[in-house]
C-alpha cells in the first residue's frame, strides 16, 4: 500500500507507517502529532537559558546580546544557567538509573532473607564473583548468606557519604587515576546526585566548570554505579543472557491470543509476568475464553531484558508504544518505570486495553493500579496476568489491525556470552583490531525522538558503521532498531566491509550485538575495560566510539556524561540544550579532551555522525600504532 509523504517521513518501519495510516483512519493522535503541535519549540529552552530555580524567575536569557537581558535576576549569566540545567538533566537520568539499581538490591535482598514472593537466584558463578568482588568470605556460607552480604554491601553504596563505588574498581587503574586528578572519583551514589540538587540551588555553585565536573562525578555513580549493579544484580537474579533467538516489531502481536505487553525497564516485574503466564491455570482460562494462549510481548527496556535472558518477542521500541495500543489486540498494557507515556490512558480508553500500572512510584491518568511488590511477586502477577485473560472477550475484532511485519533476530550478548563467543578469551577480538579485520568497537545506544524520522538515525549510522568493518555493540531502543532492520542475525554479516564479515562468519555471531537494556550500558564499559586491561592502555587510547543518534530522556543525558567520562569519544544526534553558553558547548565538545581524554560532537546526519566515529577511530589506531 502507498503512505503519503507524512506517514513515510515519520519512521523507516513499514509497521509504523501502516499502523499511523490505521491511527489517521480512526481519528487518534500519536506522539508524533502532539509534536508537530508543539512546533515551535520554545527557542530560550532549546538554547537551555531558562532557569526556574527560585521565585524571582522564572527568567530567561536572550541570546543576542543588545536585545534582552544577558542575567537573571540573581546576576545569573547564561553559562551558569545552562551548566545548571544540564547538570540537573544528569542527576535526573542518574537517580532512575540508580533508583532501578537499588529495586535489584532490594529484591536480592528479600530474596536471600527467603521473603520474596517467587524469585531464586539463578546464577550462582555470579553471585560468587560479585562476593569476591566485595571481599565478602564464601568459604562455608550458604548461598542465601552470601547474598545477604552482597544485598547489603550493594545497598550501602548508595548512600555512602565517603570512600568509593566499588564497582568503579573495575575501570583500568590509568582511567581511575584521570577521574581522582579531576576530583570525580564518585563517594556514594545518592550522595553525588543530591549533592547536583544542592549546588544548582539559587546561590550556591556559580562555577559552570566546577557544575560540570561534578555532573560528570554523578554520571560515573551511574554509570560505573547504580546502572551496573542494576545489570549485575538483575543477572544473579535472573540469570546472565546468553545468545537466544527471538523476533522483533508490532507483528509479534497474535490475533488469537490474549496479548499482554510489559513495558517500561525493571525485570523485577517482567519476569514474575512472564512467569504468570506460564500457569496452567491461566492458560486453560485463556483457553475457556476463546483463546489459543497467553502471548507475553516487551515494549522498551523491560523487552530487552526479558529477550536478551528468555528469547521473549519485542512489540517495539519507544515511538511505538502508542502503536502497539492502536492495534486492538492488546488485552494488557503492564507498566512500571521509564519511558511509559501518559498519553497511553486516553488511547487505552478507545479499546478495550486495560493500562496497568504496578510501581507506587509511577501512576498514569487512565491506568488501573496495580501495586507490585516483591513480597507476593507471582501471587499479584498471576492477578494481573488473569486480569489480562479476562479482558480477551472485551476484544472487539472489527478494531483489530496487526501490522504483518516482524524480524528474527540474535540477543543475549552479555560480556560473559561475548567472551564465550571468541572461546573464552579477548585474544581473537584483539588479534582482529590489530590486524584492522575489525578497525574499532562502536557503542550506539539510546532511544527516539520524534525530531528525527524514527529509527533512521539508529540504523542508517550502525550500517554505516559495520560497512566500515566497526563492530557495533548496542543497548535499549538502538538494540530494538538494529533488531527490526535485520541487523542481528549472523547472516547480516554480509552488510559488513570484508574484514568485520570473515570475523562475524567464523564466530557465527552478527555485526550488531544485542548487550541489553539501558542499564547494561554497563556491560560496553567492562568490555572496554577489559580490552584496555589486555592492552595495557586507558580506555581512552582505544579505537573505540559512543553514539546516541536519536537521543531524548534525561537517562540519555547521565549515559553520554558517563560515556564521555569514561574516555570515550561520543556522537549525539539531537542537539542537547546547551548552546545558549559557547563556555558549556565548547567544555562539553572540546576542554573536557584535556580533562577526561574524550568529548562530545553533535551530528544530526547518521552517516556524518558514523564519518565522525570512523575517523576518531582511525585516528586512536594510529595512535597505538595499529
Ligand atoms: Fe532567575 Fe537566578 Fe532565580 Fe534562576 S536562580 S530563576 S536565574 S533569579
Ligand atoms: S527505553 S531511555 S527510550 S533507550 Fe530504555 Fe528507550 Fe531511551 Fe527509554
Redesign the pocket.
Known sequence: MAYNENILNKSIDPAVHQMLARAETLGLETVWDRYEKMLPECGFGELGVCCRNCNMGPCRISPFEDQGPQKGVCGATADIIVARNLIRMIAGGAA?HSDHGRDLAHTLLLTAQGKSGGYKIKDETKLMALAKEYGIDVNGRSKEDIALALAKNVYAEFGKQEGYVQFTRRAPDKRLAVWQKAGIDPRGIDREIVEIMHRTHIGVDNDPVNLILQGLKASIADGWGGSMIATEISDVLFGTPTPTRSTVNLGVIKADQVNIIVH??EPVLSEMIMAASNDPDLVSRATAAGAAGINVTGM???G?ELMMRHGIPIAG??LQQELAVITGAVEAMIVDV??IMPSLGDLCECFHTRFISTSPKAKFPGAVHMQFNEEKALEIAKSIVESAVDNFTNRNPAKVFIPDEKTDCMAGFSTEAILAALGGTLDPLLDAIKSGAVKGIAGV????NPKIKHDHGHVALVRELVKNNVLVVT????A?ACAKAGLMVPEAANTAGDGLKGVCQSLGVPPVLHMG???DISRILTVCAAIANALDVDICDLPVAGAAPE???E??VS?GAYVVSSGIFTVLGTVPPVLGSPLVTNILTHAANDVVGAAFAVETDPIKGAGLMIAHIEKKRQALGL
Not at 475 to 478: P, S
Open positions: 532512575a517500561g525497564h522498551c527496556c523491560t530487552n521500541n519507544f521509564q519511558c545506544v539510546g532511544c527516539n543497548t535499549g531502543c538502538n530494538i537494556s539501558c542499564v537521543w531524548m530522556s537517562k540519555a549515559i
